[in-house]
Each structure stands twice: as structure tokens, then as C-alpha cells.
């Protein structure tokens, strides 16, 4: 399965919630979502444990918007929107945690 | 004519929709409209699960009285939905214990799951909507 969140974790539970449920597939951090995936933050060990079973991915252009793609925890991978859509048709399921 | 849209949808076909429910009822209309649609799913004869998780779990909370709020108490038609044939209803434990309640608390009942289980389930759906 393919989680997506959009929010930040400190808005919001929906990262913290996905990373208490999923099991295995990725995650795509995508608008304010993507603040998650940076160095230095409170998220970055819950990140870092959680990528030991999920595949965690950042919309760069979200990331660059708010001038955080410079610091995006090391194994995120970045993707653009065709990224995106190639992460959507790879799963056979995806979810939107609001 | 190619009519891919309904390909999937095909006579017959029946596919797994869960919707999770991780809103508390009365403070955004998500809960409401959840239901809503729960309630539209199972008139398309759909194999329908409704998980609730996080604040979810107090959209079943008993004894909800909305007089003074001037709002319609929706929460008595969590029990008609095995009339709809809505007869899946998951609850996360972790939820549960964080707020405090138990399945007595509930207006229904439902299967409790661990977040891990919750997970697994989430995982075998073809389809699923977040409130």
C-alpha cells in the first residue's frame, strides 16, 4: 500500500497514526508533509525507524517550495509528479491519511 | 465501445471499500459525511469495512446527547447500518486504550484489531477512502 500524508506531523497525528498501522509499502510525503522528512527535526528518528519496513519517499517540488530539499533525511528519496504517479500504479492499493 | 471506466465495475464484480474514520463526530462534518457515504457504498452492493481509528473511535461513543449543540445526533445510525448490510466495523485498540474506553463504551459492536491487524486489513482492501 501506498500512504500519503500531507500534512505536518506537528499539525497533525496522520504521520504518527500510518507509522503505528502500516506494516510494509511507502510513504509519500507530499506539502506540508514533506517537513517530516528533514534533518534535525523531532519526526527524524520515528522516520528513521520506520524506514527499516517502509519505503519512504518526498514530492521535491514541495520540499524545494519550502526550501527544505536541501535537508531531507538521508534514504528519503525525492520524486517528481511522474514519480508520484509511478509510486501510485506500483501499489496496488494507496491511502490518504487526512 | 471501450468502456474502460466500467471495467472494473463489471456485473458481478464485487470489490473490497474500507473507510477509516479517524475524526471525532461533532467538530468537522468528516464523520458525517463518512457515514454518508458508507451508506451510498452499500447500496452498489460493495464488500464494505469501516475502520475507526484515532479520534474515529469517538464517533461510537455512547450517550451522545447533541441537544444543546443544536445538531442532529447521527451516532444511532452507526447501529442501522447491518440493515445496509454494513456489518464490517473495526476498531483499533491502541485508539481505544489512548482515550480511555473500551468496547462497552461503544454504541456497536465491533471488532477490536491491534494496529498491526489494522494494518494487514487495510492492506487486503482494493479501495480505500480517508475521513
Known amino acids: 500500500m501506498l500512504h500519503i500524508v500531507n500534512k505536518s506531523p506537528w499539525e497533525r497525528n496522520a504521520l504518527d497514526s500510518l507509522l503505528r498501522i502500516a506494516r510494509s509499502g511507502s510513504v509519500l510525503l507530499i506539502e506540508d508533509g514533506v517537513y517530516a522528512a528533514t534533518r534535525g527535526s523531532a519526526s527524524e528518528p520515528r522516520l528513521r525507524g520506520a524506514m527499516e519496513r517502509l519505503a519512504v519517499?518526498?514530492?521535491r517540488p514541495d520540499a524545494e517550495a519550502r526550501a527544505?530539499?536541501?535537508r531531507i533525511i538521508e534514504g528519503v528519496t525525492p520524486v517528481d509528479y511522474g514519480g508520484f504517479v509511478d509510486l501510485v500504479t506500483a501499489h496496488r492499493n494507496c491511502q490518504s491519511w487526512l | 465501445m471501450d468502456t474502460p471506466d466500467n471495467a472494473g465495475m463489471a456485473e458481478?464484480?464485487?470489490?473490497?471499500?474500507?473507510?477509516?474514520?479517524?475524526k471525532a463526530p461533532y467538530g468537522t462534518v468528516y464523520a458525517l459525511e463518512s457515514l454518508e457515504v458508507v451508506l451510498i457504498s452499500a447500496a452498489f452492493e460493495q464488500d464494505v469495512s469501516v475502520a475507526f481509528v484515532d479520534d474515529g473511535v469517538y464517533q461510537l461513543k455512547k450517550g451522545q446527547q447533541t441537544k444543546g449543540?443544536?445538531?442532529?445526533?447521527?451516532s444511532p445510525t452507526y447501529r442501522a447500518l447491518p440493515d445496509y448490510d454494513v456489518e464490517k466495523l473495526y476498531v483499533e485498540r491502541e485508539s481505544l486504550d489512548a482515550r480511555g474506553l473500551d468496547v462497552a463504551d461503544l454504541i456497536v459492536d465491533v471488532t477490536v484489531l491491534s494496529a498491526?491487524?489494522?494494518?494487514?486489513?487495510?492492506?487486503?482492501?482494493?479501495?480505500?477512502?480517508?475521513f
Do not use: P
Request: hydrophobic share 55%; no cysteine; charged share 25%.
Open chain 1, 68 to 70: 527544505v530539499a536541501d
Open chain 2, 116 to 130: 498491526a491487524e489494522m494494518g494487514a486489513l487495510m492492506e487486503a482492501q482494493d479501495v480505500v477512502i480517508s
Open chain 2, 69 to 74: 449543540i443544536e445538531t442532529k445526533n447521527f
Open chain 1, 57 to 59: 519517499y518526498v514530492l
Open chain 2, 12 to 22: 458481478g464484480a464485487t470489490r473490497k471499500f474500507m473507510f477509516v474514520n479517524r
